[in-house]
Nanobody
Framework: VQLQASGGGLVQAGGSLRLSCAAS????????LGWFRQAPGMEREFVAA????????LYADSVKGRFTISRDNAKNTVYLQMLSLKPEDTAVYYC?????????????????WGQGTQVTVSS
């Protein structure tokens, strides 16, 4: 499974961005797609994840109400709509995937990782 993330960039506080991640390879059947992020000098942290049919989504408390995760299975793509961005959202955002059921917020459940896309929010 390969993951290609895009959509990062520089935005002012209060602005918005939409990240996309296209999955390819043996990504079929039940799977979970999601996002983690890592700021400089910080540990990688969970952002959001969504189940195969979109029926189950999980968010970090820090992004609830501001970020929305969605997916288009016809395109094997997951999106992260980010609104009301804050400087503390600045990080490299990584797309992740796991095969099988279950939506989790810890790194150990996600076998596949994309290359990351930089999001920078200026104050």
């Amino acid at each position: 499974v390969q993951l290609q993330a895009s959509g990062g960039g520089l935005v002012q506080a209060g602005g918005s961005l939409r990240l996309s991640c296209a999955a390819s390879g043996r990504i079929y059947g039940n799977n979970t797609l999601g996002w983690f992020r890592q700021a400089p000098g910080m540990e990688r942290e969970f952002v959001a994840a969504v189940s195969w049919n979109g029926g189950s989504a999980l968010y970090a408390d820090s992004v609830k109400g501001r970020f929305t995760i969605s997916r288009d299975n016809a395109k094997n793509t997951v999106y992260l709509q980010m609104l009301s961005l804050k400087p503390e959202d600045t990080a490299v955002y990584y797309c992740v995937a796991r095969l099988g059921v279950g939506v989790y917020s810890t790194t150990k459940y996600y076998r596949y990782w994309g290359q990351g896309t930089q999001v920078t929010v200026s104050s």
